[in-house]
T-cell receptor, first 114, second 113 residues
């Protein structure tokens, strides 16, 4: 069974702290990777795609390690507004159905404390 | 503005009743999806459609039905056969079946009376 595993947290960190989330995936044929942010009772919103070479967007850095089959998200200088659940999402080919399938992790909850 | 619209935001179902959740998109996306989310859980795929008049079952299709008569619309019916329907339902779409990101609607919270 294809799985995407995340530490559920919660991660409680003070403002200004640096926090890192990891996510592991079981299907070595996975082809693309994303981090989504979800606020309580809201829809997930794309935070960033994850590229093989790693990528950065302001205070957020995403890394991919294909050999070990994990991706990470680093948040620097945490803000109160970063409090949310962060979902790891893996896109893979379903050869049986001839389609691409997205598998979601259960999410890691972050609370940034004043 | 382009986007995905789900309605209603909150829905209540009585025992033995079928209810239909609406999902409309004006992004001209080919692929549309329905997910269910339970508290503290990830998203689980109910049904998806990659083209008009075609759809496939996801991981938890039992007790649900869909239709895709128009590119813009992908309604989900929660039937009386779904014994535990209380959950947050999310509709999503993306352009083509490839590796592109998903766009989500704002969700429907379904509860049983």
């Amino acid at each position: 069974r294809k799985e995407v595993e995340q530490d559920p947290g919660p991660f409680n960190v003070p403002e200004g702290a640096t926090v890192a989330f990891n996510c592991t995936y079981s299907n070595s044929a996975s082809q693309s990777f994303f981090w989504y942010r979800q606020d309580c009772r809201k829809e997930p919103k794309l935070l960033m795609s994850v590229y093989s070479s790693g990528n950065e967007d302001g205070r957020f850095t995403a890394q991919l390690n294909r050999a070990s089959q994990y991706i990470s998200l680093l948040i620097r200088d945490s803000k109160l507004s970063d409090s949310a659940t962060y979902l790891c999402v893996v896109n893979e080919v379903d050869s049986g159905a001839g389609s691409y399938q997205l598998t979601f992790g259960k999410g890691t909850k972050l609370s940034v404390i004043p | 503005d382009g986007g995905i619209t789900q309605s209603p935001k909150y829905l209540f179902r009585k025992e033995g009743q079928n209810v239909t959740l609406s999902c409309e998109q004006n992004l001209n996306h080919d692929a549309m999806y329905w997910y269910r989310q339970d508290p503290g859980q990830g998203l689980r795929l109910i049904y998806y459609s990659q083209i008009v008049n075609d759809f496939q079952k996801g991981d938890i299709a039992e007790g649900y039905s869909v239709s895709r008569e128009k590119k813009e619309s992908f309604p989900l019916t929660v039937t009386s056969a779904q014994k535990n329907p209380t959950a947050f339902y999310l509709c999503a779409s993306r352009q083509g079946p490839g590796l592109r990101k998903l766009f989500f609607g704002s969700g429907t919270q379904l509860s049983v009376l």
